[in-house]
């Protein structure tokens, strides 16, 4: 049984011990898992001899350094904050040990002070890891599940096959283009529904995107469809081929597509296009050319308003609410921490769009995340199941 209820009852207990490491050691041998998340408020800690300082990193913390500075206990190696969150709060932190604690605005080299003093919780088995950089997961009581969806065995999995493909639109050979064909897809003889997705690399890589859609197949959530995930560039050439680029339109109409359905069963009748971030904004450029192709639109997090690219973004909410015609099906989702002229604000002009054109099956969601992989990732389900919703919304 525990010993403590809470972590103040746990410092309450503290104070009046002669013997504070014992106490700091039995806390951390009694609770394996953190932060420790009580309502409203998550307390994380940090346990290392010699350690000098130690901050908790998230981006929500209006500062510069966005840091929480940390606590030691005294006469322990212990160091502890407690944060207050919205219940459905779900977030990617690091902690920060040693920090020079000074402004990152005017930090000479970030690359270099991350990898130096910037780490996950060792205490927190929630992670994502990615090639960049490995963040740990908060996840509040009423946040959205996160679970590592490629660890669960009892779910029939789809194969992904990976191509290079080359394109003259585009002027470039060698991008990996990564194919996922559902369950039963190789002896079934079946057209599939197509699904297109930018950023290939982080669709089967972080996000899970293959693993999430064996899942909601298997439970019927969602139809058995081909995804297709077209690895991106380097950060300046994914912004100059995503963001309202008419070569990257050309491109999946008449090279990436007719590549797709020589390989694949597809149903040419039922074909969606989606994205993250940038992605999300040459998903919406595809669909808003040509609706008849791209019948299904995904946009999770698009940046519609001020900051690089403005001019250009702030023209898509003009151009959805001039539109003749809509893709049938529109998915829609914005973190609540996202920057708000450049996010959260255009994302709910946008709603406020859509939700006018009857026409359209239109769903918007706002999660309790900022802009990064771990929200993408954790409303990715209700995306896909929105995009091509199985039979057990029927």
Not at 110 to 122: F, G, K, S
Not at 202 to 221: F, N
Not at 376 to 383: I, T, W
């Amino acid at each position: 049984m525990a010993r403590w209820s809470s972590f103040s009852a746990f410092l309450d207990d503290v104070s009046h011990s002669g013997d504070r490491q014992a106490l700091a050691d039995q806390l951390l041998q009694e609770r394996t898992d953190w932060p420790w998340v009580e309502a409203s408020q998550a307390t994380f800690v940090y346990s290392r001899s010699g350690t000098e300082s130690v901050a908790l990193n998230l981006d929500t913390i209006p500062k510069d350094p966005p840091f929480a500075l940390m606590k030691q206990l005294d006469n322990t190696t212990l160091w502890y904050v407690t944060q207050s969150f919205e219940p459905d709060d779900l977030l990617d932190y690091m902690l920060a040990v040693d920090d020079p604690m000074t402004p990152l605005a005017q930090e000479p080299n970030i690359l270099a002070r991350v990898t130096d003093h910037w780490q996950p919780d060792p205490l927190n088995p929630t992670r994502m890891d990615t090639a960049q950089m490995n963040v740990s997961v908060l996840r509040m009581n009423e946040a959205r599940p996160f679970p590592d969806w490629s660890a669960m065995r009892a779910v029939p999995r789809g194969r992904t096959y990976e191509h290079s493909i080359d394109s003259e639109a585009m002027n470039y050979r060698g991008r990996k283009l990564w194919v996922y064909t559902p369950p039963g897809y190789d002896g079934s003889g079946m057209a599939y529904p197509l699904l297109i997705m930018q950023d290939g690399q982080w669709a089967t890589g972080p996000l899970q995107l293959p693993y999430i859609a064996d899942a909601l197949i298997k439970h019927r959530r969602m139809q058995p469809a081909v995804i297709a995930m077209m690895q991106s560039g380097t950060q300046e050439e994914r912004n100059r081929e995503y963001i309202s680029s008419d070569k990257y339109y050309t491109f999946l109409l008449s090279e990436l597509m007719p590549f797709v359905q020589t390989h694949y069963r597809i149903d040419s009748n039922r074909v969606g296009i989606g994205g993250v971030a940038v992605g999300a904004i040459a998903a919406a450029h595809a669909a808003l050319k040509n609706p008849a192709v791209f019948s299904r639109l995904m946009l999770i997090s698009p940046p519609l308003g001020r900051g690089e690219y403005q001019d250009e973004l702030r023209e898509y909410n003009k151009r959805f609410v001039g539109a003749e015609v809509l893709p049938k099906r529109i998915f829609q989702s914005v973190g609540r921490y996202e920057a708000k002229s450049r996010f959260h604000k255009p994302a709910h002009a946008l709603k406020l769009i859509l939700e006018g054109f009857h026409s359209v099956d239109y769903q918007f969601v706002e999660t309790g995340s900022g802009h990064g992989l771990v929200g993408f990732r954790s409303v990715l389900p209700e995306a896909l199941a929105w995009t091509f919703p199985g039979d057990a919304f029927a």
